[in-house]
């Protein structure tokens, strides 16, 4: 195998397919990337059982073949070189990249013993790519890190005909986000609990291509992304996820509203004294609302800042990790929380304006801490 390609494209197309390598693979071919040159272009792919990711680049290619290297190496060399034309040839066992005057010789693995890599699915529908990233953003953040509750650490995705709504919970915690996309089939009703880690992989790096392909297998054990000429598989997550959605209360007689960039500045400097596993109390009165946060003897912070009330005043007392998460995913110019009662969850969704109606397409539902005067 002879190709010659752009330094640029070669260290960007290895880094992204090797992103999906597993950090201990559990055969060491499945720490190679597969590179083939065939019919003008040089394709790389990586696959871990759970994971697969390829994609295409232009070459110019003087001898077809294909190689297994050690991804994670060559990802590194890659960024290494110069900015120049990369030359890499195969002799045997080895291969070579030269680029300028730099030259390295890496032992390939055996390609016969590298699995065949799971197909993309059918198409199931289209979605705009950024939309997709910001929906993505805002819901992964309620998914669950502990990797005891696997089925917590997926990331719902619920289909309607053309809507899909993202749904995820830590159990302290739930964010729901809407996207409008373009299905194959119109009326197509499925769900599927696909890992938030690789959703925010997907979001990261095909997102900003424009429009997503999302492949569905029809025996609902696969997902498939593609854009931009790079496609990457996932097994989804198996079990049964919890009905969260009804956790969202349906009556809500108190509304505040607070502007998103004043509340979130407030919420960092309160927070700087809340001790671990302390909350933040916010005090919501007509006109203002009052955080504070530290306890007797230790340092206390407190701060008012303008908030529009509907309803009786109350005051609720929340994570504040919990809390600056979620106000960070809200691009509005406002947030409004929807309570009910202070021991109840609480309901943040994002208003254009200080007494519009709030937008439905993203809510984020918080439990409250417990006062010790409740």
Same mark, same amino acid.
């Given at each position: 195998?002879?190709? %010659?390609?752009?330094?640029?494209?070669?260290?960007?197309?290895?880094?992204?397919?090797?992103?999906?390598?597993?950090?201990?693979?559990?055969?060491?071919?499945?720490?190679?990337?597969?590179?083939?040159? =065939?019919?003008?272009?040089?394709?790389?792919?990586? $696959?871990?059982? =759970?994971?697969?990711?390829?994609?295409?680049?232009?070459?110019?290619? !003087?001898?077809?073949?294909?190689?297994?290297?050690?991804?994670?190496?060559?990802?590194?060399?890659? %960024?290494?070189?110069?900015?120049?034309?990369?030359?890499?040839?195969?002799?045997?066992?080895?291969?070579?990249?030269?680029?300028?005057?730099?030259?390295?010789?890496?032992?390939?693995?055996?390609?016969?013993?590298?699995?065949?890599?799971? +197909?993309?699915?059918?198409? !199931?529908? @289209?979605?705009?790519?950024?939309? *997709?990233? &910001?929906?993505?953003? &805002?819901?992964?953040?309620?998914? !669950? %890190?502990?990797? #005891?509750?696997?089925?917590?650490?997926? @990331?719902?995705?619920?289909?309607?005909?053309?809507?899909?709504?993202?749904?995820? #919970?830590?159990?302290?915690?739930? +964010?729901?986000? =809407?996207?409008?996309?373009?299905?194959?089939?119109?009326?197509?009703?499925?769900? /599927?609990?696909?890992?938030?880690?690789?959703?925010?992989?997907?979001?990261?790096?095909?997102?900003?291509?424009?429009?997503?392909?999302?492949?569905?297998?029809?025996?609902?054990?696969?997902?498939? *992304?593609?854009?931009?000429?790079?496609?990457?598989?996932?097994?989804?997550?198996?079990?049964?996820?919890?009905?969260?959605?009804?956790?969202?209360?349906?009556? #809500?007689?108190?509304?505040?509203?607070?502007?998103?960039?004043?509340?979130?500045?407030?919420? %960092?400097?309160?927070?700087?004294?809340?001790?671990?596993?302390? +909350?933040?109390?916010?005090?919501?009165?007509?006109?203002? /609302? #009052?955080?504070?946060?530290?306890?007797?003897?230790?340092?206390?912070?407190?701060?008012?800042?303008?908030?529009?009330?509907?309803?009786?005043?109350?005051? /609720?007392?929340?994570?504040? &990790?919990?809390?600056?998460?979620?106000?960070?995913?809200?691009?509005?110019?406002?947030?409004? $929380?929807?309570?009910?009662?202070?021991?109840?969850?609480?309901?943040?969704? +994002?208003?254009? =304006?200080?007494?519009?109606?709030?937008?439905?397409?993203?809510?984020?539902?918080?439990?409250?801490?417990?006062?010790?005067?409740?």
């Amino acid at each position: 195998m002879k190709f %010659r390609v752009e330094r640029d494209v070669l260290a960007e197309a290895v880094t992204w397919t090797a992103r999906s390598l597993s950090p201990r693979p559990p055969v060491p071919v499945l720490s190679g990337l597969l590179i083939k040159a =065939e019919n003008g272009s040089v394709s790389l792919a990586s $696959f871990d059982y =759970e994971i697969s990711a390829r994609l295409r680049i232009p070459a110019d290619i !003087s001898e077809e073949g294909s190689i297994l290297v050690s991804g994670r190496l060559l990802a590194d060399i890659c %960024r290494s070189l110069p900015s120049a034309p990369v030359e890499v040839i195969t002799d045997g066992s080895k291969v070579t990249l030269m680029c300028r005057s730099s030259r390295f010789n890496l032992s390939t693995m055996p390609v016969g013993e590298y699995p065949e890599l799971p +197909a993309l699915p059918d198409v !199931s529908g @289209v979605v705009d790519g950024e939309a *997709f990233s &910001q929906a993505v953003s &805002q819901v992964i953040i309620a998914a !669950s %890190r502990d990797d #005891t509750l696997p089925i917590l650490t997926g @990331v719902r995705m619920e289909i309607e005909d053309n809507l899909i709504t993202f749904l995820a #919970t830590d159990r302290y915690r739930l +964010a729901l986000r =809407e996207v409008s996309w373009k299905p194959t089939t119109p009326g197509i009703s499925t769900s /599927v609990l696909v890992k938030a880690k690789t959703l925010n992989e997907v979001a990261r790096t095909l997102g900003s291509a424009g429009d997503l392909n999302i492949a569905l297998s029809d025996d609902n054990e696969l997902i498939g *992304f593609e854009s931009g000429g790079r496609r990457t598989t996932s097994l989804l997550v198996d079990g049964d996820y919890p009905k969260i959605r009804s956790l969202f209360p349906e009556t #809500t007689p108190i509304h505040a509203t607070v502007e998103t960039s004043s509340l979130v500045e407030a919420v %960092r400097r309160v927070s700087l004294v809340a001790e671990r596993n302390t +909350a933040v109390r916010m005090a919501f009165t007509e006109g203002q /609302v #009052t955080l504070d946060a530290g306890t007797g003897e230790d340092a206390q912070a407190s701060e008012a800042i303008e908030a529009s009330l509907i309803g009786d005043d109350i005051t /609720v007392a929340f994570n504040p &990790q919990y809390l600056s998460e979620g106000l960070n995913a809200f691009s509005s110019k406002y947030v409004r $929380f929807s309570f009910t009662t202070p021991p109840k969850p609480a309901v943040v969704s +994002a208003q254009k =304006e200080l007494n519009g109606d709030d937008q439905d397409d993203y809510k984020y539902l918080l439990m409250p801490v417990r006062l010790s005067n409740h």
